[in-house]
């Protein structure tokens, strides 16, 4: 019996109550206020105290004067990450050169306190939400008003007709006209609130940079202050709760306001539309909320999320639907596809696990840049799908997916009475697992190791490569087929391969260029023979003299 407590307690202990995910890093938030990340590591991103990636979750460290810290809530920007301690207090890491993180100097490669701003009777603010987007960071203090920072748009100018960005590491207050704010959302430029409103219902409010008509307003023209968007006023048919930003576009979720609890959803969408982010069957922007096109009907929708320019949404019974840039992938114009799967998804598809078309007792969604990940299961399971360069899907791999693959999750240096692949495994005495912890620290450390030396190399073969062929080396296609089927090199043959597939241009170039390593050969031979010669000469000149 105790060990099944024991168990229970551990398997609790694992359990994720939110994600999040910037441009290629993704965030994991567990219910005992652990925050795991994995991904890109550059500026600091992943809060490890490492710029190095990482290819499964891994645990951050969060210390407030010797004591623990439990997070409560997490969002990540394109290059930055913000959590939310149960104390109110702000933490931030990662990129900084736009003050996101909520101070002035250099990047952070492990969670910093934020503080804001004090209030009249100068008692320190709690914050009950953080969301951050693009360059910027926004947090929901506990008497409900928003502050921003970061790659701000300017507040208070009269004038509609240009934006300005005014980055700063202070947060700023914005005035919502005295209401509340409930949820909140940011793309690159611009932000979406809902708010509110009479009678306890959501308003959505948008502000902010609207070129491609992305606040909703019915125009091009920038918004400097909050304005409603009159299609979820308090009057309208349709009632908001979910709302999420893309880089240009807005998606809110809205059920009938008749109905006591929400039982079907709509999803509107509005803004740059050009890759068909907007699912509503075109490549054309949309001014105003239009609903997404294509979309089952009497469905509840629980989750949205959008990347740069695509959009994902999952339903209560476990289907997810994406849509966008190549196929509702996101940011994947490389990629390789089979024939007839390639293109923009102009209207919503649906994402099918290996097992079926849902993911059991569905949670949360979110994207990343190019990437998409599932949170199901009632939290104890994830699935990722998209680029893969950096180890951002969590699968101990950097292949891009087309279709869901579990996360590694619980990690390999989790404790838990499940293995990576959720096998039951014998219970084991302390000393033993700590024996195999130990193994387990250092195969990671050496894993590690390895992939900062494979970087490197990376990086030398793509100079090389670009000094004789004038472009970056590209993994998938830049191999040699011997190489890659056999693992044998035969450089003649793939010399001539390489010389009979180049059209002129190219082998213009290659003369050029061994024609001037050459002379540069040449050049250094005749120098050192000279001084070869001269060597000689003053030694033969000495012993003659004497």
Request: proline letters at 4%; aromatic letters at 8%; one cysteine or more.
């Amino acid at each position: 019996m105790m060990a099944e407590q024991e168990a229970g307690s551990l398997k609790k202990k694992k359990k994720i109550i939110a994600i999040a995910a910037g441009e290629a890093h993704t965030l994991a938030l567990t219910s005992d206020g652990q925050v795991y990340t994995w991904g890109r590591g550059t500026f600091g991103r992943l809060g490890n105290a490492s710029d190095l990636d990482q290819l499964f979750p891994l645990n951050i460290n969060f210390t407030d004067q010797n004591d623990s810290v439990k997070i409560t809530g997490i969002s990540a920007g394109a290059y930055h990450s913000l959590a939310l301690a149960d104390d109110g207090s702000l933490w931030s890491w990662g990129y900084n050169a736009y003050g996101q993180l909520g101070f002035d100097g250099d990047n952070s490669s492990v969670p910093c306190l934020v503080k804001l701003p004090k209030a009249g009777n100068e008692t320190e603010r709690k914050v009950s939400l953080v969301k951050s987007g693009g360059m910027m960071s926004l947090a929901v203090d506990d008497i409900g008003s928003l502050w921003m920072w970061g790659n701000c748009s300017v507040q208070g100018n009269s004038s509609e007709s240009e934006f300005i960005l005014d980055p700063t590491p202070t947060p700023m207050s914005v005035d919502f006209y005295g209401h509340t704010v409930v949820k909140v959302a940011c793309g690159s430029e611009h932000i979406a609130a809902l708010v509110n409103g009479e009678g306890g219902d959501l308003v959505c409010y948008t502000f902010g940079n609207n070129n491609h008509g992305q606040l909703g307003l019915g125009d091009t023209n920038m918004r400097p202050n909050p304005q409603m968007v009159d299609k979820f006023n308090a009057r309208s048919l349709w009632k908001a709760y979910e709302v999420a930003c893309g880089a240009f576009h807005t998606c809110v979720l809205t059920y009938k306001r008749t109905q006591s609890v929400p039982l079907e959803s709509l999803c509107w969408t509005f803004g740059r539309g050009n890759n068909g982010q907007l699912g509503q069957g075109t490549t054309k922007n949309s001014l105003y909320p239009e609903i997404v096109d294509k979309l089952p009907e009497n469905v509840l929708l629980v989750s949205v999320a959008c990347g740069l320019f695509h959009t994902s949404v999952v339903s209560s019974s476990g289907n997810v639907w994406s849509w966008g840039m190549e196929n509702g992938l996101g940011l994947c114009p490389e990629a390789t596809f089979t024939e007839g799967d390639g293109g923009d998804a102009l209207s919503p598809r649906l994402i099918n696990d290996v097992s079926g078309p849902r993911f059991s007792e569905p949670v949360q969604v979110a994207c990343g840049a190019a990437h998409t990940v599932i949170l199901a299961d009632g939290g104890y399971k994830l699935w990722s799908w998209g680029r893969g360069r950096s180890g951002v899907l969590g699968n101990g791999q950097e292949a891009d997916f087309f279709s869901p693959k579990a996360v590694l999750w619980p990690p390999p240096n989790v404790e838990g009475p499940e293995t990576v692949a959720n096998n039951p495994v014998v219970e084991k005495d302390p000393e033993e697992a700590t024996e195999i912890e130990k193994k387990l620290s250092v195969m990671m450390d050496e894993m590690n190791l390895l992939h900062s030396k494979l970087r490197i190399m990376e990086r030398y073969a793509s100079i090389l490569h670009g000094s004789i062929f004038g472009k970056p080396f590209e993994e998938d296609k830049d191999i040699p087929l011997s190489l890659q089927n056999s693992g044998t090199f035969d450089i003649t043959k793939e010399w001539e391969n390489m010389l009979e597939s180049c059209d002129r241009g190219k082998l213009i170039r290659l003369q050029m260029f061994y024609r001037n390593m050459l002379a540069g050969v040449e050049d250094k031979m005749m120098k050192q023979r000279i001084k070869e010669m001269l060597k000689e000469y003053l030694g033969s000149s000495t012993s003659t003299n004497h």
